[in-house]
C-alpha cells in the first residue's frame, strides 16, 4: 500500500504539548498518533472536532458519554441508566468545592 507524509505548521509549544500528551496515553509520537488512531477512530465512525465549537459544551457530552460507556464495562452500571441532565449533575457534583 503507498503511503504519504503530511506535515503542518504548529507553534512549537502546541507541538510539544501534542507530543507530551500522546505520549503519556499512547505511548507513540503525535505524527504516529495522527496517522494510525486519528485515521482508523474516524473510519470506525468517530467524528473530528469542529474548529470553533463551544469547547465546554463538547467536554461536557464527551465526559458523558464516556461515564456511559465505563458503566457499561463493569463499574457502576446506575450511570448507564441515568439521563444527560443527572450525569451532568453527578459530573458537577464532583467539582464543587
Sequence with gaps: ?????????????NLAFMNALTRKQFNMSYGQYCSSV???????????PSPGSNAVADRRKTAIE???GLSKRGGDRRIASMDDAKI??????RYES
Design 1 to 13: 500500500m503507498a503511503t504519504k507524509t503530511f506535515a503542518g505548521r504548529t507553534e512549537e509549544e
Design 66 to 68: 464516556k461515564m456511559k
Design 38 to 48: 486519528l485515521i482508523a477512530a474516524v473510519k470506525d465512525g468517530a467524528e473530528l
Design 88 to 93: 451532568k449533575d453527578l459530573i458537577a457534583s
